[in-house]
């Protein structure tokens, strides 16, 4: 089986760095802010303007893509899942938030990162944020996502979805959809069959 794999939100908890430095930034500037955990993008998500919010990035994004530890589980239950399977990294990563000095090496400081956490994969892609045609060429029996408009494109173009469960997708379902708690959780609806396949 080959498994696509998502990062933000899924390999790394991307809320979660945003609420403790996001939170961090806007009290440090001086910027009213009101966290709404069942948004997606940082700046809804902190009740700010795209301007501070791309101003927090450009600040913290480095330390985000190269410091912030893998979620809990992830390596294990990755390194089990390439015993027998195919792991795909698809992540729509791209410069925006990077400091100047940093602009155009995202793909470099996402690789260190895998590399220095010794995260396993057979492929990285970096897509654009519609996932679709990249899982459908590259054959992705199941992908793990959390972005809910990717979800919903995804499983209407039948490809097989694990939504890592979060605050802001707590909307997606379908009936190609599984929802997934935790690594572990993952790991066991793909080895027992328990994913609603379309």
Not at 58 to 82: C, G, M, Q, S, W
Not at 96 to 102: I, V
Not at 121 to 145: A, H, M, Q, R, T
Request: hydrophobic content about 30%; some cysteine.
């Amino acid at each position: 089986m080959r498994i696509g794999i998502d990062i933000d939100g899924v390999l790394q908890n991307i809320d979660e760095f945003i609420f403790d430095y996001g939170s961090k930034y806007c009290y440090e500037h001086n910027i009213d802010f009101e966290i709404h955990e069942s948004e997606y993008d940082e700046s809804k998500l902190l009740g700010i303007s795209s301007e501070q919010a791309e101003k927090f990035w450009n600040e913290y994004l480095v330390k985000y893509v190269t410091e912030y530890r893998p979620r809990e589980f992830a390596k294990e239950v990755i390194d089990i899942l390439k015993e027998n399977n195919e792991i795909y990294i698809i992540t729509a990563r791209n410069e925006y938030g990077l400091p100047k000095e940093e602009y155009g090496h995202m793909q470099e400081l996402t690789k260190k990162w895998f590399e220095e956490n010794e995260i396993y994969y057979d492929k990285l892609i970096f897509s654009p944020e519609n996932k679709v045609n990249i899982c459908l060429e590259n054959e992705i029996d199941v992908i793990v996502e959390d972005w809910d408009k990717n979800i919903k494109e995804l499983s209407d173009a039948g490809i097989n979805v694990i939504c890592f469960d979060n605050q802001y997708n707590k909307n997606s379902k379908g009936e190609n959809i599984t929802r997934a708690y935790s690594w572990y959780d993952i790991l066991n609806k793909i080895n027992r069959n328990k994913l609603k396949m379309k």
